[in-house]
T-cell receptor
Framework: KQEVTQIPAALSVPEGENLVLNCSFT??????LQWFRQDPGKGLTSLLL?????REQTSGRLNASLDKSSGRSTLYIAASQPGDSATYLC????????????FGAGTQVVVTP | EPEVTQTPSHQVTQMGQEVILRCVPI?????FYWYRQILGQKVEFLVS????????KSEIFDDQFSVERPDGSNFTLKIRSTKLEDSAMYFC??????????????FGDGTRLSIL
C-alpha cells in the first residue's frame, strides 16, 4: 500500500532564505505527483504537477524535482517571503488508479519577517 | 482564472440526517473528484467520476455515499444518514483531459460539515 510522508511536519525560516520541502513515497509505481499549498481554512491551491517521466518542473520561484526510483520529491522555494507561510502538501497518483491522489500530511511553513 | 466553487461553505446537520454538498467544477473539465479531510488528518480520496459514472472509489465511499452530476455544471455528494465521524472538510476537485499527460487537479475551498 502506498504511503506518502512529508518531513519535517513544521518549518520556520527567516524571510529571504530558501525553503526545501521533502516528500517520500513507498511505491515507485506512480503516474505523477502534485504539490499543493493550503492556507488555514481554505482549499488546496495547485503549485506544480510532475509527470513520472519528468525530473523537475519550475514555476517562478518554485522548483519541484522527482526521483521516482528512490521515491522522493523535493519542492524548493527560492527567496522565501512571509506570504509563503502555509501548509504544503504533496500527493501521488498511483499508476493503477483512475486519477485519485494519495496525500502526505503536509509541512507547515512559517516565514518570519 | 476559473475556479471550482463549493456550497455551502459550512453545513451543520443532526446525526442521521441526509446532506447534499454541491460543487461547480471548472467548465471545460471532464474529471471530477471528492476528497475529505478530518481535522488534523491527511486529505483522503473518496471518489472519482468521469463520463457520468464512478471510475474509482475508496473504502470510505460505502453505500452511505453517492455522487451525481444532475446537469452540465453541478457535481454533488450526498451522504445519507450522517454519522458523527462524517464531520470533516469535504473538497471537490476537477481536471481537464490532457493530450498526452494528466492535467493538474484544481480544488475548491471546501465545505465544512459538522454533524451534531
Amino acid at each position: 500500500k502506498q504511503e506518502v510522508t512529508q518531513i519535517p511536519a513544521a518549518l520556520s525560516v527567516p524571510e529571504g532564505e530558501n525553503l526545501v520541502l521533502n516528500c517520500s513515497f513507498t511505491d515507485s509505481a506512480i503516474y505523477n505527483l502534485q504539490w499543493f499549498r493550503q492556507d488555514p481554512g481554505k482549499g488546496l491551491t495547485s503549485l506544480l504537477l510532475i509527470q513520472s517521466s519528468q525530473r523537475e518542473q519550475t514555476s517562478g520561484r518554485l522548483n519541484a524535482s522527482l526521483d521516482k526510483s528512490s521515491g522522493r520529491s523535493t519542492l524548493y522555494i527560492a527567496a522565501s517571503q512571509p506570504g509563503d507561510s502555509a501548509t504544503y502538501l504533496c500527493a501521488v497518483r498511483p499508476s493503477d488508479s483512475w486519477g485519485k491522489f494519495q496525500f502526505g500530511a503536509g509541512t507547515q511553513v512559517v516565514v518570519t519577517p | 482564472e476559473p475556479e471550482v466553487t463549493q456550497t455551502p461553505s459550512h453545513q451543520v446537520t443532526q446525526m442521521g440526517q441526509e446532506v447534499i454538498l454541491r460543487c461547480v467544477p471548472i467548465s471545460n473539465h471532464l474529471y471530477f473528484y471528492w476528497y475529505r479531510q478530518i481535522l488534523g488528518q491527511k486529505v483522503e480520496f473518496l471518489v472519482s467520476f468521469y463520463n457520468n459514472e464512478i471510475s474509482e472509489k475508496s473504502e470510505i465511499f460505502d453505500d452511505q455515499f453517492s455522487v451525481e452530476r444532475p446537469d452540465g455544471s453541478n457535481f454533488t455528494l450526498k451522504i445519507r444518514s450522517t454519522k458523527l465521524e462524517d464531520s470533516a472538510m469535504y473538497f471537490c476537485a476537477s481536471r481537464r483531459r490532457g493530450q498526452e499527460f494528466d492535467q493538474p487537479q484544481h480544488f475548491g475551498d471546501g465545505t465544512r460539515l459538522s454533524i451534531l
